[in-house]
């Protein structure tokens, strides 16, 4: 999500989508990198293949149907918050559960669950130059509790390891300080340590789990282009970021050069030691071109108003020519009607703009949010029509 600002101009305006700090058509299905290529899968392993746009993970071609968790504490699910008295998965297991259970009895089947939106949080450690040094203590324990949590009720996790807010400029809030990802991604010595000391352990973490397997994709950041200054070579249109933000926060920018940099590392690191597929939550197709070169197993694009706006999402993969992947909708409004911050997706209900999401060849939705209130992205407002779209396409819509 990202509750930023942009300009007015043809494909910009606001992303608003209620978060609380943020917020191809191919017939083949596509590969999902090292551990879902679909190469060594014959026709017959898959009974129920999703009928257009659709991932294949372990031979099965999924419409990726879920639902944005995103958080239960802001950065504080993995690694906790202790400052705050907020407890990760593993100590608010019993929590994580029911609200989890809520999803699952909704039809839901992927969360995406975000991990490190900033670094406020316990879940990474710094040392004084504030260089990643390490996870913190109850992470792996987190990330064990979520997918055995997910194994329990047979759904799967779609981790998101950073954001956009992850780039703001060191700020204080309520006692503590919160660092800025951005020295550490575009100093080559701090974010080896990043890769080393974090994102290793991480995707070994889930690696070692019994349940690994549901573990169903990563997403390196949220929403990236919100902290990017200029344009990529691309062919794009130029980045808007935004600047400021609640308790007097600036954006720390950094060029699409640096962000390519840093988001195909991690890129590379997850591939190296998971089994996973990789993808990023991009803010708009409008960007549709920025993360085709870092290695992504399919391309993932955020879908509000304001990007309906000037690009319809009853258009193509093939249309933004991002259809040399799968391409799944990572957040829309679950209220779609409701979204004010562009034309309302013409006013249409949550079962028309995922049959027409899925008619134009998207390989999957997951709404925004389970732990929203606000008008167009209320879970309780939603959850009933969540189930109703699962029911009705029951075969696919699960993995």
Known sequence: GGSVSGGASAGGGSSGNGGSSAGGSKSSGGSTGSGGSTGNCSASADTCPAPNGGVTINCKKRFMYG??????SFAGDFGGIAKWSQQGVAGAKAARTTDLTDMKNSGVDVVRWWMYP?????????????????????????INAALDIAATLDIHIKLTLFSFDSFWNDFTDSGITFPSLQPIAT????????I?????PIAKAVE??????????????????????????YGDQQF????????GKTMATVTF?????????????????????????SAAVK??????KVGLDFYDFHWYGWVDQYFPHTKTPTDYKVNDKQVVVGEFPLNPASDTTGQSFGGITYGKLVDDFQTAGYAGVQGWAFSDTSAAFSWSNAKSNVKAWADAHTCYAHY
Do not use: C
Request: proline fraction near 6%.
């Open 118 to 142: 900033d670094l406020g949080g316990d879940g990474v450690k710094l040392d004084s130059s504030k260089t990643p040094t390490g996870l913190g203590s109850t992470v792996v324990d987190d």
């Open 208 to 233: 070692a789990s019994p349940n690994k397997d549901r573990m169903i994709a990563w997403d390196v950041i949220n929403e990236p282009e919100w902290s990017i200054t200029g344009q990529d070579p």
């Open 240 to 247: 808007d970021p935004t600047t400021s933000g609640s308790n």
């Open 67 to 72: 639902v944005n968790y995103a958080w239960s």
């Open 187 to 194: 100093d080559t010595t701090k974010r080896a340590a990043l």
């Open 287 to 292: 960007w549709g071109q920025a993360w085709s």
């Open 196 to 200: 080393a000391s974090v994102i290793i």
């Open 257 to 281: 050069a640096q962000m390519e940099t840093f988001v195909k590392d991690v890129v590379t690191a997850l591939h190296a030691n998971g089994r996973a597929p990789v993808t990023v939550g």
